[in-house]
């Protein structure tokens, strides 16, 4: 069974729009999504691998996902208040 995808649009369905905008328009969240777009593929290919939930290089992966989405997730809806 395949790992599922934890990109923002997919997370957050109702916001693709505005994560589809901010890509195209903003060099700075482009940037920021590819680096977590990035991280979720490595992620989940240890996944995909079996690694262990306790290995520490996992986890710091894991916590970085998690900051980014939510400095991400920030952005967008800081932009949506804005309009």
Same mark, same amino acid.
């Given at each position: 069974m395949p790992i599922a995808s934890h990109e923002l649009s997919v997370d957050f369905p109702e916001?693709?729009?505005?994560?589809?905008r901010l890509i195209e328009d903003d060099l700075q969240f482009k940037l920021e999504n590819d680096i977590y777009s990035k991280l979720d593929k490595q992620i989940r290919g240890l996944q995909d691998s079996g690694i262990g939930t306790?290995?520490?290089?996992?986890?710091?992966?894991?916590?970085?996902? &998690?900051?980014?989405? *939510? !400095?991400?997730?920030?952005?967008?809806? &800081?932009?949506?208040? *804005? !309009?």
């Open positions: 916001y693709a729009e505005s994560i589809k306790d290995d520490d290089h996992y986890c710091r992966l894991k916590k970085q996902r &998690a900051y980014l989405k *939510q !400095h991400l997730y920030n952005r967008v809806t &800081a932009t949506i208040t *804005q !309009h």
